[in-house]
């Protein structure tokens, strides 16, 4: 089993940054994937970014050379840098955990991009 709370969500003006941070209950290093997605009312979930045992990472195309993923393993946390905010960006995230065979999910934070 794998615990995931996020926090650092919110609102915040076009143009403006954010960071959001996801606790994981184990250890990271060990887990196969880890990621953040996203869902806007209406829609459905997307994957925003993720980020590989190996190191790797994986974007969005609407959020490369604005959002960057990242990991402390010493801390257990996944963490998302969000630069040059838009209203578009404007959603549910959610943290997400994939780990032999299994996949868990945070309860999600509001961001809210508007002026």
């Known amino acids: 089993q794998v615990q995931l709370v996020e926090s650092g969500g919110g609102l915040v003006q076009p143009g403006g940054s954010l960071r959001l941070s996801c606790a994981v209950s184990?250890?990271?290093?060990?887990?196969?994937?880890m990621g953040w997605y996203r869902q806007a009312p209406g829609k459905q979930r997307e994957l925003v970014a993720a980020?590989?045992?190996?190191?790797?990472?994986n974007y969005a195309d609407s959020v490369k050379g604005r959002f960057t993923i990242s990991r402390d393993n010493a801390k257990n946390v996944v963490s998302l840098q969000m630069n040059s905010l838009k209203p578009e960006d404007t959603a549910v995230y959610y943290c997400?955990?994939?780990?032999?065979?299994?996949?868990?999910w945070g309860q999600g934070t509001q961001v809210t991009v508007s002026s």
């Open positions: 184990r250890n990271i290093f060990s887990i196969n994937v």
């Open positions: 997400n955990a994939r780990d032999g065979g299994q996949s868990y």
């Open positions: 980020i590989f045992s190996a190191g790797s990472t």
